[in-house]
């Protein structure tokens, strides 16, 4: 890729910045996303959303503030529960950031209070899961007020929680002047700026399960793109609109209409529009189940569409290489079975291979490139799921509506 491409393109954030604030000397309440896998034994398996807070806390640091740093992790359903707990986190915090990194195993109360009062300039805290309150998920006033009550700015840099509407989120920065952590920024400069001012041509690669998760992503990119190419179950969904037999692939009936009118929509525009013509199938999504490569026209009965085959790799990868900008989000298969992620490895080598600002967001696309091996050649690895769908899809962010006006 070129310098000139890597070049973020400038966003749209009339918000204040972290950058903005004099925060010397001041206690600022950071909203990070440590939302990391943890298996069984509470270990770490990817700590990419820890290193991607960094840069925001170093500055923190660097600039003589005193570092509140809260997170949810998990689905604790309101209640402590040991399994989320945030103290592993704080370990790899501390060995990754190389400061000491207090764990306090209350968010609010006066032992946090107190704590924090202590704090000297450059110290870093890090609360228990928000998420162990019952109050963060429903924005409870006084929970925010009570989190609010423990700085003197508070920093959004959860990007992956922004479409969240908590209390962590939005309700404290009603208490606070709010401003946006260098993550956030990053995150909003690229997927808003991929939005509205992609370098042409612009191509747009779609997978994932379903459809339905993706609709409203194709829609707005609709006067943006010149490419889409649609990969992954939602294929399906599409060929046998088409009239094609897609045997027991995943299939949404609901969607048959409608993904007709999509695809007739987007080549009355001019786009081209991509779809997968081989694949490979299998009779059960299941490792060692035996496979066969069939043409997406033929897939018999009994068997569903698992991956897409070479001649799709071959005629995506093709479509990739004029692209200036790529956007991908969603696999090409059901990728977690090896057997099954070739062709969704083969588009992430083609997409890291393109001359192009090369933007991956949401869903499980950022595993699928890691587990690839070419996350290091990917201009941006968005970090949040969800919250990247509903940029894509042209919706406002409660996290970053809510912070304060520049
Ligand atoms: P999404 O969250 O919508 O991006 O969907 C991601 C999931 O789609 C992954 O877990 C994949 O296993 C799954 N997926 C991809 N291709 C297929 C397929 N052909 N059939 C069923 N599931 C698929």
């Keep these: 890729m070129s310098d000139e491409l890597s070049v973020p393109i400038k966003g749209v954030l009339n918000k204040l910045s972290i950058k903005d604030l004099d925060i010397k000397g001041k206690r600022l309440f950071i909203r990070v996303d440590f939302n990391v896998p943890l298996d069984e034994n509470h270990n770490i398996t990817d700590d990419r959303r820890i290193r991607s807070a960094l840069a925001t806390i170093n500055y923190a640091i660097d600039e003589g503030a005193k570092v509140i740093l809260a997170s949810h992790v998990g689905?604790?359903?309101?209640?402590?529960?040991?399994?989320?707990?945030?103290?592993?986190?704080a370990r790899r915090l501390q060995r990754l950031i190389k400061k000491d990194v207090t764990f306090l195993p209350e968010c609010t109360g006066p032992n946090t209070e107190s704590a924090v009062s202590r704090m000297s300039d450059g110290d870093i805290v890090l609360l228990e899961n928000l998420r162990f309150n019952i109050e963060?998920?429903?924005?409870?006033?006084?929970?925010s007020r009570a989190l609010a009550g423990l700085a003197d700015y508070y920093i959004n840099d959860a990007f992956g929680a922004a479409h969240r509407n908590h209390a962590s989120v939005v309700g404290i920065t009603k208490f606070l002047p709010s401003a946006a952590g260098f993550l956030l920024q990053k995150e909003i400069e690229y997927l808003q700026g991929v939005i509205n001012h992609p370098v042409r041509p612009f191509v747009a690669i779609l997978g994932g399960a379903k459809v339905s998760g993706k609709i409203d992503v194709i829609r707005n990119l609709e006067d943006k793109v010149d490419k889409v190419i649609v990969g992954g179950g939602m294929a399906y969904t599409f060929l046998k609109a088409m009239g094609f037999n897609v045997g027991d692939s995943l299939v949404e009936q609901n969607m048959l209409e409608f993904a007709n009118d999509i695809r007739k929509g987007v080549i009355a525009k001019g786009i081209k529009f991509y779809l997968p013509v081989d694949c490979v199938i299998a009779q059960s999504i299941e490792a060692g189940a035996e496979t066969k490569l069939v043409t997406s026209q033929e897939i018999p009965n009994g068997w569903k569409a698992v991956d897409i085959g070479p001649a799709s790799v071959k005629?995506?990868?093709?479509?990739?290489?004029?692209?200036?900008?790529?956007?991908?989000?969603?696999?090409?298969?059901?990728f977690e079975v090896d057997a099954f992620s070739r062709g969704t490895f083969s588009v992430a080598h083609s997409v890291a291979d393109a001359y192009a600002l090369t933007i991956v967001g949401g869903g499980d696309t950022d595993l699928a490139v890691s587990r690839a091996g070419v996350s290091e050649s990917i201009s941006f690895i968005s970090t949040g799921g969800g919250a990247a769908l509903e940029l894509l899809e042209g919706k406002d962010l409660p996290g970053l509506v809510a912070l304060t006006d520049k």
């Design 75 to 89: 689905r604790p359903k309101g209640k402590p529960d040991h399994r989320f707990s945030l103290s592993s986190v």
């Design 136 to 143: 963060e998920e429903r924005n409870d006033e006084q929970f």
């Design 315 to 334: 005629l995506f990868s093709e479509a990739l290489e004029s692209a200036k900008t790529i956007l991908w989000n969603g696999p090409m298969g059901v």
